[in-house]
């Protein structure tokens, strides 16, 4: 039986078309099968596709669990996402086979954050229907009392997850429009106090003081659902909930009730559970809430070095050798 040692040809599958030209270096190495469809392969066909093969360049939509590994079969020796977040691989079930699970760190952080404050202002100013009063020639008049926002220049910015993401996202807003910081974090970040004179704290003191909350933590079995009912009833009134995480992070029908009630003021979301939402959903008909197609690291330069890393870890994985960025 084949197992894990090099091969000369390894037999790879790409489940989405990736931009730029670094498939093409994959295409030298290995035979190369690319999902053409628009819409990811369902489970039935993802499982029919795996198998033989010995590398997946994947996406967060493919769930690659212990069972899909099984069928792909002993020869699966890396499994390349294309995403920084890993939480569609089961990291276990990879580690006790021998498959090594890569992702692509750090290129899309400031793309990221940079939609994290996008969506913060979206928020917090009305942007999408104010546009669409316009776009809909509803526009009447100037309004003294008309589309009132909240401003974040001095007021609190809370960061849950003081990761890669959070940080740039702080960086942005501390150094941006002087926003006092305070964060979550399971590690010690005496960098980034020295950099943005943040505060260490719990969540719940995070919840209460900031005006401004913005989502950055991996979705794990301990995130699940972190942002439940009872965080979001410890949040200000005027205050602005971002997610740019995972949708599970956040109880979606306590977000549904906090708007509603206006116990907060707006939030705005590039990552929900499903995704996409129904059209019928409250969140997404809500006012107060803007949601936007998880497009955080959907900029050309981001996007082509994913693919370049992702590239380069399949082609490591494939020979034996160290991923360029490893899970593990
Ligand atoms: N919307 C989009 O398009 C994008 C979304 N993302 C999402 O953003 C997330 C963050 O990315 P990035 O900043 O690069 O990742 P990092 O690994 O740098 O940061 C993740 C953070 O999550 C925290 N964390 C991990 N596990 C736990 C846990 N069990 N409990 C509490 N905190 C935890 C880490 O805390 P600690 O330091 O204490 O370990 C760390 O601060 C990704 O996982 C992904 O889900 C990323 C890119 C694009
Ligand atoms: O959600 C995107 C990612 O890279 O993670």
């Known amino acids: 039986m084949e197992s894990h040692e090099a091969v000369k040809r390894p037999r790879v599958l790409v489940t989405r078309q990736t931009p730029g030209e670094s498939l093409q270096r994959l295409r030298e190495v290995c035979e190369v099968e690319v999902w053409p469809e628009t819409m990811p392969p369902s489970r039935e066909e993802l499982c029919r596709l795996v198998k033989g093969r010995h590398g997946l360049l994947t996406m967060l939509s493919d769930r690659i669990d212990g069972e899909m590994m099984e069928i792909a079969g002993d020869q699966l020796a890396v499994i390349s996402n294309y995403a920084v977040g890993f939480n569609n691989i089961d990291v276990d079930a990879a580690k006790t086979r021998g498959i090594a ?45 008309g589309w009132l926002g909240v401003e974040p220049a001095g007021k609190t910015l809370g960061i849950v997850g003081m990761g890669r993401i959070g940080r740039a996202t702080a960086r942005r807003l501390v150094g941006g429009w002087g926003m006092n910081l305070l964060y979550t974090s399971r590690s010690d970040q005496a960098e980034v106090e020295k950099e943005l004179g943040g505060r260490r704290v719990e969540l719940d003191t995070l919840l209460a ?19 439940d009912a009872e965080a979001i009833s410890k949040m200000k ?21 906090a708007l509603e009630n206006r116990s907060i003021f707006g939030a705005g979301l590039d990552v929900t559970t499903p995704e996409p939402l129904s059209a019928e959903h409250p969140l997404v008909k809500s006012a107060h809430c803007v949601i936007l197609p998880h497009i955080g690291s959907a900029t050309h330069t981001s996007r082509n070095a994913m693919a370049e890393i992702a590239v380069d870890n399949l082609i490591a994985g494939l020979s034996g050798r160290p991923l360029r960025c490893s899970v593990t």
């Open 101 to 145: 699970v890569g992702n692509t760190p750090d290129v899309l952080t400031d793309a990221t954050a940079d939609l994290a404050v996008a969506l913060l202002f979206a928020a917090s100013r009305h942007v999408l229907p104010a546009g669409n009063q316009v776009r809909e020639g509803e526009w009447k008049t100037w309004e003294p009392t």
């Open 209 to 227: 003081e900031s005006d401004f909350v913005s989502v950055h933590v991996a979705l794990t079995d301990e995130t699940r659902n972190l942002i």
């Open 237 to 257: 009134s005027t205050s602005v909930l971002v997610n740019t995480a995972r949708g599970e992070i956040v109880d979606q029908d306590a977000l549904v009730e």
